[in-house]
């Protein structure tokens, strides 16, 4: 349960907390993040139990990890098990793919090396010439450019295995739920500091949907709650930057520019939501000796999901809380993940099992 001396600004946040009381409607009002770290933001400091009851944050898919289909990561182990040397970030080890793991590739031998960043990929690579080696690139906007950086200039031994998505259209597929209620999105900060403002602006003029950009202090979510309530409370529907200081309207021209020299955007599968248009990147054709599924002659075949029980595609989309799902927190806890979003630091299951997610009254 949250208490407001934990926060930088107390006073600040008890003004916005009462304000968020006085603006919310006499209707239930749900409040769509798609971002991991606002959802362990909200669940960490308790914000969910500062709220009126008739205002609901609910947390979409905004965790790179959890939406990594199997069939990606059948592709990784196969790879792994091939003998090439898979480096990749060290949530992706543990996320299960139709039939194993790479943490379970790499018990069987395979040569699976967790890094930091694309950058030590490369210099593993450049040590060793003579070992192939793969990167397994996932991530959305925030981390496609610095991929793209490494395409454009990697050492011939290594190639890229990608994996990366554009949260966009996962909005838009929110909104096609037809029993889903969201009445207004806080887009992710980290990816718009990337993409600017402009690929949001669909949701409020063509969707009717209040949509605010937002850091990830718990000062910065109350306040783009307060901002949705109050353009909800006069019916308007506009696109605002809570996040300015760090956000620009035009995103960062240079990191664009790089995932326009090296990527396409393609339709991506996501796990759990299945095939979303226009939500991938892919590796352009003149890259094709830098694409290890084209280098190493492997296709991707479609991959299971999520094992009996797990709920996690219902989990990603706020349809159902974590604790709702029957695994949860039995045969499925942070030591023993059984679906995607218990893996990472970003996983709502995660998140929820380490912070406590459920409103406390």
């Known amino acids: ?32 993040h798609v971002c991991g770290t606002h959802e ?7 914000l969910r139990t500062l709220l009126p009851d008739l205002v609901e944050v609910i947390a979409g898919p905004g965790c790179p990890v959890c939406v990594l289909p199997a069939a990606d990561i059948d592709v990784a182990v196969e790879l792994a098990l091939k003998g090439v040397t898979i480096t990749t970030f060290g949530d992706v080890l543990r996320v299960p793919g139709s039939q194993s793991s790479l943490v379970e590739a790499k018990a069987q031998g395979g040569d699976v090396r967790v890094v930091y960043s694309i ?4 210099k593993m690579a450049k040590k060793e010439p003579d070992r192939e080696f793969a990167f397994f690139a996932i ?10 950086n490494e395409v454009l200039k990697a050492p011939p031994n290594l190639s890229f295995l990608t994996s990366h998505r554009l ?8 909104l096609g739920v037809g029993d889903l209620q969201i009445d207004g999105f806080i887009a992710p900060g980290h990816v718009s500091t990337i993409i600017g403002l402009e690929p949001y602006r669909v949701f409020s003029e063509a969707y009717n949907m209040p949509v605010v950009v937002a850091g990830f202090e718990p000062i910065d979510v109350l306040i783009a709650v307060d901002m949705i309530l ?27 520019s790089l995932m326009a020299q090296a990527f396409n955007v393609v339709e991506g599968r996501w796990r759990g939501l299945g095939r979303l248009p226009q939500s991938a990147l892919a590796l352009k054709e003149e890259f094709v ?20 029980g797990c709920q996690c595609h219902l989990v990603m989309i706020g349809k159902i809380k974590p604790s709702e799902c029957p695994l949860f927190m039995e045969t499925c806890n942070p030591n023993e993940p059984k679906g995607a979003c218990m893996v990472s630091n970003e ?15």
Not at 167 to 174: G, H, N, R
């Open 139 to 148: 991530g959305f906007e925030t981390t496609a450019p610095l991929t793209a």
């Open 230 to 256: 109050r353009q909800t409370k006069k019916s308007e529907a506009k696109l605002e930057n809570e996040y300015s200081r760090a956000v620009k309207p035009e995103g960062n021209l240079k990191a664009l």
């Open 1 to 32: 349960m949250s208490t407001l001396t934990s926060f930088r600004d107390p006073e600040l946040a008890k003004r916005l907390v009462n304000d968020i009381k006085k603006l919310h409607p006499p209707h239930k009002t749900v409040v769509c």
């Open 289 to 308: 000796e830098q694409d290890a599924l084209q280098k190493h002659h492997l296709r991707k075949k479609k991959g299971k999901d999520l094992l009996p």
């Open 40 to 46: 362990w933001t909200v669940t960490h400091f308790g």
């Open 167 to 174: 949260i966009p259209p996962a909005m838009e597929f929110l």
């Open 347 to 361: 996983g709502t299951c995660r998140i929820w099992a380490q912070h406590g997610g459920t409103r406390i009254q």
């Open 119 to 122: 950058q030590n990929a490369v």
